[in-house]
């Protein structure tokens, strides 16, 4: 039997060490997003070489994007950003809807009408904080370089090649166009030999060749057109059929093919929406007790946090997912925060929250003993404040689940949260997130 080959679509995203199959999967968009506790509004990350911010988009700009995501495609790969402004870098959203009513043929047909060889690109809309942002992606050109092909407006002239350098834009330095013409070589080479060798295994007469840039096939039997956005998704084999991968489409080709000209194959890009979620999310939707509509993502979201101390049963029970399935979709997430492993090792040793009941004639033991009765009895004070909260809270971890009220505990945490989460007190945000995990072991572990 003939041995089946896959393509899969490898995306490079500039980011360091960050290289998967969609470019905008939720650690990228972690990455970019990310904010510091106690600044909120403000993200860490900073124009770079695959970075690049704007406060809105405005197609009268056309010039200055497109410099840019070839820029992108020359280095490796990487996004513009709209809804940053950069002096201040906040995050301010769109402010209007001309991204998301974007009509994207008219970046397809200009870039391609002002760069060759084409630049590959891909648009996104993603939710922050009750904040759209739009995102345009462009992806390491395997032809490299990619060349201004004529004059247009001020930013683009004919014959430069346009590098990102450090969160610039500017035309290619000489080492650099260097690397990359030492390196298209070495490609070819290798191109070469990976062709030759596979057409000596099956046989020059049982050989045909797809180009995949027009999607025609050629070889001794004739040939036919296969439309470019399958491409990424089918593989081919002998007996003329796409065998299903993961998912797509499975298609069988019955009947005489006849080559089209390629022009009648076009592109087309569709503009995704998603949400991200925060720890804020996680928490605001255990103590509301929301019925999320996507439970697993946040779970997932977890491992993307700074803590691994955030409710979780709560999303088990609504994924219908058991112990085992959950850690291990956990364990198949890629996450470079520490807080993936934390959540494995505090799910896999069992691990509670959960205080005794102090016994001691201490002060602290008093307060807790007191608070405990309090909540219990619902006369906490609502205007509790530091340093009596971290009592009320430890007194909140020895209850058992039969002694808790949700209809009076949750929004007393919930305003507790709000208020002093994301003060620089990290002790007090520790024990927020861990009293919020009790509660969550006690009412839904099981």
Known sequence: ???????????????????????????????????????????????????????????GNRENYARTLAAFANTKGGYIVFGIGEKPRLLSGLQNDNFENFDSAKLSEYLNDNFSPEV?????????????????HSEESIEKPIIARKNAGNAI?????????????????????????????????????????????????????????SGKVT??????????????????????????????????LIGELKAIDSGFIQPTKTIYRTRAIRTIDIVHAFLTQKKVLEPLEYIKQICFETSAFLPIYYFINLAKLDIESTLDIIKNIQSRAPSRQKLIERIESNRKEALPIPTTNSETSNKIRNYRKDIINKLIDQSIEPPEIKYLLKSIRTLKKYEIEQSYIFPLLKKLFDSYYFDKNANLADDLRRTICHLDEELNRN
């Open 1 to 59: 039997m003939r041995k089946q080959h896959k393509r899969t679509m490898q995306y490079t995203t500039g980011i360091p060490n960050i290289a998967i199959r969609t470019p905008f999967s939720q650690e990228i968009l972690n990455e970019i997003f990310r904010t510091s506790p106690h600044y909120p509004g403000k993200p860490i990350s900073r124009e770079s070489s695959w970075l690049e911010f704007k406060l809105s988009f405005n197609w």
């Open 120 to 136: 590959g690109w891909d648009m996104h809309l993603h939710e922050v904080q009750g904040k759209l942002f739009g995102l345009i």
């Open 157 to 213: 002239r004919e014959g430069e090649i346009y590098y990102r350098y450090r969160g610039r834009t500017e035309k290619i330095k000489f080492p650099e166009l260097r690397q990359i013409v030492d390196e298209q070589r070495r490609k070819e080479r290798e191109y070469w030999i990976r062709h030759i060798n596979q057409v000596a295994k099956i046989g020059v007469k049982n050989t045909a060749i797809l180009d995949t840039v």
């Open 219 to 252: 070889g001794s039997g004739g040939s036919f057109i296969i439309d470019e956005s399958l491409l990424p998704l089918l593989r081919f084999i002998r007996e003329g059929e796409f065998q299903e991968i993961k998912g797509t489409p499975t298609l069988k």
